[in-house]
């Protein structure tokens, strides 16, 4: 059974920075691609940035110059460093495993790509 836990999700201050972690059991990471999203409620469930089977990554431009994925294949876990957090950034924040859909040296943020999801792990920015 895969299963997908996120972690690190925190109430911090703007500006501060956070790094959650997405560990995912009963799969070979190795042959897929992974992404991070976030929801707010009342909104879809946007695309944030992925990576590909050769730790190459793709961002929005929202989040571009501030977050950053990372993965360990080694340790069946995805990273997502995120700097200088504004109050939109509050969210849930989900990690994502393609079925595999994308080639090694690809990765995108189409939603219906993605075949094994986490619970999610809130992130709240606030004053």
């Known amino acids: 059974q895969v299963q997908l836990v996120e972690s690190g999700g925190d109430l911090v201050q703007p500006g501060e920075s956070l790094r959650l972690s997405c560990t995912v059991s009963?799969?070979?990471?190795?042959?897929?691609?992974i992404s991070w999203w976030r929801q707010v409620p009342g909104r879809a469930r946007d695309g944030l940035t992925c990576?590909?089977?050769?730790?190459?990554?793709y961002s929005t431009p929202s989040v571009r110059d501030r977050f950053a994925i990372s993965r360990s294949d080694a340790e069946k876990t995805v990273y997502l460093r995120m700097n200088n957090l504004k109050p939109e950034d509050t969210a849930v924040y989900y990690c994502?495993?393609?079925?595999?859909?994308?080639?090694?040296?690809?990765?995108?943020?189409?939603?219906?790509?993605?075949?094994?999801w986490g619970q999610g792990t809130q992130v709240t920015v606030s004053s």
């Open positions: 009963g799969l070979n990471l190795h042959h897929h691609a």
């Open positions: 990576i590909n089977q050769n730790a190459e990554a």
């Open positions: 994502a495993v393609d079925y595999p859909y994308y080639r090694d040296d690809s990765c995108g943020l189409v939603r219906s790509a993605y075949k094994y």
